[in-house]
């Protein structure tokens, strides 16, 4: 197993295990008394439908958002945000399939980060012509690509490709990597609405 984030007071730490061949993700939450046999304090969190593996990336400040992968029935990997709201009440997490920036149900996605309260998500997606591009994605928002309304294309440094890889606390600004123009090469960003 690995970590691969903690929530802001250190409580709350989400990551992936591996078992029999699969990667599966986990959220451990100090002093909790109803996770594994074995270890009270870690959650297996949920997978998509027919998802043969999934992990977590990061997790929120306040500990009850996690973000990463999932694959399932009709595509590779799809960004996804698991609510640990009940999950020490009755060890579940609600998982939600974030989609990609060619719509809801085609194309491929990775949540990289998210938000102090997260609202806010970030990562790579697919756009409709295949292309790799970073992404933020923002519950609620209407204002997104053509089917998917809260999914947003950050666009690029004038390449093809672009990766989001981090979000500010507050979800006003994001950091990632993206192709020059002519794909010369791959550059730093940081970006904002404005």
Do not use: C, K
């Amino acid at each position: 197993s690995g970590a691969s984030d903690v929530s802001g007071d250190g409580t709350r730490v989400g990551g992936y295990s591996l078992y029999s061949g699969m990667m599966r993700g986990f959220v451990h939450i100090r002093g909790a008394t109803g996770g594994g046999v074995g270890n009270e304090q870690m959650y297996q969190l949920p997978g998509l439908p027919a998802a043969g593996r999934h992990y977590a990336n990061a997790i929120s400040d306040d500990g009850i958002f996690v973000v990463g992968l999932s694959n399932g029935e009709a595509h590779t990997g799809r960004a996804v945000r698991w609510d640990l709201t009940t999950i020490e009440d009755d060890g579940l997490a609600g998982v939600i399939d974030l989609g990609s920036l060619s719509g809801l149900t085609e194309g491929s996605s990775e949540a990289h980060d998210v938000s102090a309260d997260g609202r806010v998500v970030v990562g790579e997606a697919t756009d409709v012509d295949g292309r790799a591009r970073a992404f933020r994605w923002v519950e609620g928002a209407t204002s997104g690509v053509a089917g998917n309304q809260q999914m947003h294309d950050l666009g690029t440094l004038g390449g093809q490709t672009a990766l989001a890889a981090a979000v500010s606390r507050n979800g006003n600004w994001v950091v990632g990597v993206s192709a020059s123009e002519g794909d010369e090469q791959n550059l730093p960003f940081r970006w904002s609405e404005e």
